[in-house]
């Protein structure tokens, strides 16, 4: 599981042939090892890799500990991750085992069966999302764990609800996070766009449903869509929709637009929070426009 130096746990060690006095003393202070957890020895004494520090708290854990939290979703290929150092780890509600050093030990009575991943026992992505969730401040940071899980398919929303839902103590923090995302939202903005047309009063709206003109092809995936009028809402960054290649794309997508007929908005994701009475007021006015003219033949799908 890890390179260089191997991690040990004293006992094996001494099974080995070790001495217990030998050990301490290659731990000591300029030693040739490193004591990384009480009982859990890195055989050299350079600085542990993030696996060599996952490999030692589930060492320390001891058997059917499982890895959970943001360095779990980090082995699944998750991005937006919080910048921990820490390794949570679940075991059993019975075992008397108390976080230490840089692992954090959680004991519950729903330990999940793991899935191996490189080598590690690893929590399912909605356990760790949520179990990641729980400890990141961020609500920011929460929307975007739960968006990216879910749009890379890992899990569908429903089982971040569960997840939720089974916990012994409510969090309504999560759930207000998690809400847009049952919605349909696949980011941070789109939440916040989810958030501002629930208080706009506008029919329903859906979010990334494609778009398909009469003829069957392909007009675009707008952020958010009311199928009732037409129209469009295109939650658009400056810095990605403005380069290059992006801005082709984005000069090609509005054309599409424009040839089946579709109101579109196009709002910067920093105005809706910074301005969100006027991008109401902007989204209400589109809407008004795309319901005073016939419309488009177009369907999603």
Known sequence: MTSGPAVVGVKRLEELGVPRRTIW?????????RMLLPGVVLLGNGEPTEEHRIEASLLFAREGSVLTGALALKRYGLRRLPDSEDVHVLVPAGRAITSTGFVHVERTRRLP???IRAGVPTAPVPRAVIDAARRTPDPDLVVAMMAEAVQKRHCLPRALAV???????FDGRLLRALVPILGGAHSVAEADAWNLWRRSGLPEFQWNAKVFDAAGRFVAKPDGWCDEVGFAWEIDSRGYHSKGDHFRATLARNARYTAAGIVVLQT??????????????????????AQRRPRPDVHIG
């Open 25 to 33: 003393r290659r731990c000591e202070p300029c030693g040739v090892w």
């Open 163 to 169: 997840e939720i839902e089974e916990r012994s103590r």
């Open 268 to 289: 910067l994701p920093s105005r809706l929070r910074s301005e969100p009475d006027k991008v109401l007021d902007e989204l209400r006015a589109a809407f008004r426009s």
């Open 113 to 115: 069966t793991p899935l």
